[in-house]
C-alpha cells in the first residue's frame, strides 16, 4: 500500500517498531503500549474502496463526495463506456488521512470473484463501498462475503435513483415513496439474506445531491471515521499480540521436557487411579510460572485493569484455562488423567526413547509423557487466555 508522504500517518515501519518495543515488555506495559497507538487513531490512513459493477457510477459518486464536477481538475473520469481500469487514489479535501479509491468495475459477464478481487488488491483497503445501479446480484454477494471474511466493514449505495425515478414516473400508479423503500427493501434484503445483520443502504443520486441518502451518507461517514480508523488499528492487533504470545510460549515450551522428566524422577509419588507417578509440587510450579510469564496472576491483572479501565472480572471473563479454576494439586491431578489417556497411547515408543534415561520403569515413562503432554495443553491454553485477555483490555469500553 502507498503510504502517503504526510508524516502524520502511522507507517508500516512505526507498526514494525511498535511489535519490537511490547516483545520485550510484559503484558500489562504491552497494554500500556498499545493504548497509546491506539490513542493515535487520527493518524491512522482510512483507505476506502468504491467497488461495484462497470458504470454503476461509482467514479461520479467520488466526484461528488469531494465536491468535484466530473470535468474539474483531479476530478475521477467518468462515461459511459468502461472508463476506470486501474485503482487510483483522491483525497478527501476535509477529511484528514481519507482516501478513496476509485476501482474499476466488475465486468457484467462472466464476473469471476477471485480475479477481480486479485487485479483490485482487495485485501488492502480498510473499508468499502458497494455501488449498484440496479437489483441486488449475485455479485454484490460475493463482494459482501469478501468484505466479511476480511473482518472489514462497507456501505451499501444503490445509486442512480434519479433515473430509476424518471423510468418509474412513466408507470400510471408511480408513488416515490413507496419506490424507494421498495428499492431499500431488495438492496437490505439481499444483505440479510447473506448475514449482514444490520445493513446499511443509502440510496443516492449524484446528479441529485439535495435529494435522497446524500447528506445521510456523508454524515454517517463523518460520525463513523473515528470508530473506522480504530476497527483498522484494532485489526492489526491480533497479529501483534499473536506474536508476542507466540514468542513467550516458544521460550516456556524449551523447559517442558525437563521438567516432565525431574517431575517423573525420584520424588515421584503414585497418582490414585493411575498408572503414573510424578512430582505435583514441581508441577504446580511450573504452572504458576506460565501464569505470571502470560500476566495472568492476580498483580499483573490488577495493573492491567487499571490501565485499561476494563474491571478485573470483565477480563478474566474471557478466561478458560486452569488458571480460573485454581493451580492446586487437585486441578493438576485431573487433568493428568485426561491426559494420561492421551499418554498411554504415545507410551509405548516414547518409554522406549527415554528408557537410558529414566531406567525401565514403565510406570516413569507413562508419568514423562502424560506430563510433557499436560504441560504443553496447559501452556496452549493459559497463551490463549492471555490473548483473549489482551484483546479483551482494548476493546471499546464494557
Ligand atoms: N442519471 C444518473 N447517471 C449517473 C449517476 N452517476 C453516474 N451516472 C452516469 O453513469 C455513467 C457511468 O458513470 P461512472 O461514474 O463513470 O461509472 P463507474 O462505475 O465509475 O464506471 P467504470 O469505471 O467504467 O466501472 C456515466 O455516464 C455517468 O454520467 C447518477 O447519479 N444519475
Ligand atoms: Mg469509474
Request: with cysteine.
Amino acid at each position: 500500500m502507498s503510504t502517503s508522504e504526510d508524516d502524520s500517518v502511522i507507517t508500516q515501519e512505526e507498526l514494525e517498531e511498535l511489535k519490537e518495543l511490547i516483545s520485550t515488555q510484559d503484558l500489562s506495559s504491552a497494554v500500556d503500549t498499545i493504548k497509546h497507538f491506539l490513542d493515535q487513531q487520527d493518524r491512522v490512513e482510512l483507505n476506502i474502496a468504491v467497488t461495484g459493477e462497470s458504470g454503476s457510477g461509482k467514479s461520479t459518486f467520488i466526484n461528488a463526495f469531494r465536491g468535484l464536477g466530473d470535468d474539474d481538475e483531479d476530478a475521477a473520469e467518468t462515461g459511459e463506456v468502461e472508463t476506470t481500469k486501474e485503482p487510483k487514489a483522491y483525497k478527501h479535501p476535509k477529511y484528514k488521512n481519507l482516501k478513496l479509491w476509485d476501482l474499476p468495475g466488475i465486468g457484467t459477464q462472466n464476473f469471476k470473484p477471485h480475479e477481480y478481487l486479485k487485479r483490485v488488491q482487495f485485501e488492502r483497503y480498510d473499508f468499502f463501498i458497494i455501488i449498484a445501479s440496479g437489483r441486488f446480484r449475485e455479485c454484490h454477494t460475493d463482494l459482501v462475503k469478501e468484505i466479511k471474511r476480511m473482518k472489514k466493514n462497507f456501505y451499501f449505495i444503490r445509486s442512480k435513483i434519479d433515473s430509476s425515478i424518471d423510468a418509474a414516473k412513466r408507470k400510471k400508479n408511480f408513488d416515490e415513496k413507496k419506490m424507494l423503500d421498495n428499492i431499500r427493501e431488495d438492496c437490505v434484503n439481499g444483505l440479510r439474506e447473506i448475514g449482514v445483520e444490520d445493513p446499511v443502504v443509502f440510496l443516492i443520486s449524484s446528479w441529485d445531491l439535495n435529494n435522497y441518502d446524500f447528506n445521510s451518507l456523508h454524515e454517517r461517514i463523518k460520525s463513523d471515521l473515528p470508530q473506522h480508523k480504530r476497527h483498522v488499528l484494532m485489526l492489526t492487533l491480533p497479529n501483534i499480540t499473536t506474536e508476542i504470545i507466540e514468542r513467550k510460549k516458544k521460550d516456556l515450551e524449551k523447559n517442558i521436557s525437563r521438567v516432565a522428566l525431574l517431575s517423573a524422577g525420584a520424588a515421584a509419588l503414585p497418582v490414585p487411579g493411575l498408572s503414573v507417578a510424578v512430582d505435583i509440587g514441581l508441577l504446580v510450579n511450573e504452572i504458576q510460572t506460565y501464569k505470571t510469564a502470560f500476566g495472568l496472576d492476580k498483580e499483573s491483572l490488577k495493573r492491567i485493569s487499571e490501565r485499561s479501565g476494563k474491571s478485573i472480572e470483565f477480563l478474566t471473563s474471557v478466561m478458560k484455562s486452569i488458571v480460573c479454576e485454581g493451580i492446586t494439586a487437585n486441578s493438576i491431578i485431573l487433568l493428568l488423567k485426561q491426559s494420561s489417556l492421551y499418554a498411554a497411547e504415545e507410551a509405548v515408543e516414547s518409554v522406549l526413547s527415554f528408557i537410558p534415561i529414566i531406567g525401565s520403569v514403565l510406570a516413569a515413562g507413562l508419568s514423562f509423557v502424560a506430563v510433557s503432554y499436560m504441560l504443553k495443553k496447559i501452556l496452549n491454553e493459559i497463551a490463549e487466555d492471555a490473548m483473549n485477555v489482551l484483546l479483551t483490555s482494548m476493546n471499546n469500553p464494557e
